[in-house]
């Protein structure tokens, strides 16, 4: 007599189950293979163009080694996106490993890596006094990371200023990450957070149209919250808030 369980066959539901954990593994074993093969030229593209650029003059090829600068940055920027995805590709099925984090440590580090660019434009980051929150550590890190990057694309060309600061809230604590720039139009504001969504009237076609959609997804998987504000009518606030 088959077992049933409100008109279900409870059978051939453990089977089900059993071969959609299946499938969920081979996804999950095949996109980490992807991932490692599409670091590996973004790795070799990185130490590459450093090389070359180390052997060029730099009055005589000052141009070249600006572009092989700027290849070594977009490659650097993809890989992150790839890194950050895979992590939380591997962690979606698990609890997070939350853990005490140094947010002033965590955003100096972001910096750092940007620094290129930052020097590039000649703008500047501004933070201090940034507290230690919880939360797992590389996620943050993939998040903030993604913010910086977003500032700066749609922040002036020159000489902008990008502030990162936190407030604490009664539960949580609320992060904000405002530069200069076009005001986004409020009703793209929460739109922006979707997978490939382009605002209108941007002013360059960069990045992949993913970045935001994965600060979500990070936020989202820590209890918080993550939106948009104007800041002095000139100007954008990303916040997103962490569980204290």
């Known amino acids: 007599m088959v077992d049933t369980w409100s008109?279900?066959?409870?059978?051939?539901?453990?089977?089900?189950?059993?071969?959609?954990?299946?499938?969920?593994?081979?996804?999950?074993?095949?996109?980490?293979?992807?991932?490692?093969?599409?670091?590996?030229?973004?790795?070799?593209?990185?130490?590459?163009?450093?090389?070359?650029?180390?052997?060029?003059?730099?009055?005589?090829?000052?141009?070249?080694?600006?572009?092989?600068?700027?290849?070594?940055?977009?490659?650097?920027?993809?890989?992150?996106?790839?890194?950050?995805?895979?992590?939380?590709?591997?962690?979606?099925?698990?609890?997070l490993r939350r853990r005490p984090v140094d947010l002033q440590k965590l955003v100096r580090d972001c910096v750092g890596l940007l620094a290129p660019e930052i020097e590039s434009r000649d703008a500047e980051v501004v933070y201090e006094d940034l507290p230690p929150v919880v939360g797992e550590q590389a996620l943050l890190s993939g998040l903030l990371m993604n913010l910086l990057i977003n500032a700066l694309n749609y922040s002036p060309r020159r000489a902008g200023v990008i502030r990162v600061c936190a407030a604490r809230e009664p539960t949580a604590w609320r992060v904000a990450v405002e530069s200069e720039g076009p005001t986004i139009p409020e009703e793209d504001r929460h739109r922006i957070f979707e997978p490939f969504h382009r605002g209108r009237g941007e002013r360059r076609a960069r990045g992949t149209g993913l970045g935001l959609a994965i600060c979500r997804r990070i936020v989202d998987r820590h209890g918080g919250e993550i939106g948009v504000v104007p800041v002095n009518g000139s100007g954008n606030r990303f916040f997103f808030t962490l569980p204290a």
């Open 7 to 95: 008109g279900y066959d409870t059978e051939a539901l453990r089977a089900r189950i059993a071969e959609v954990e299946r499938e969920k593994a081979e996804v999950e074993a095949f996109a980490a293979i992807a991932a490692h093969e599409m670091l590996k030229p973004l790795v070799m593209t990185e130490a590459y163009a450093a090389i070359v650029s180390a052997r060029l003059d730099d009055e005589a090829h000052a141009d070249s080694r600006r572009d092989l600068d700027a290849l070594a940055r977009g490659a650097a920027r993809v890989r992150q996106l790839v890194e950050t995805l895979l992590h939380e590709a591997r962690s979606s099925g698990r609890k």
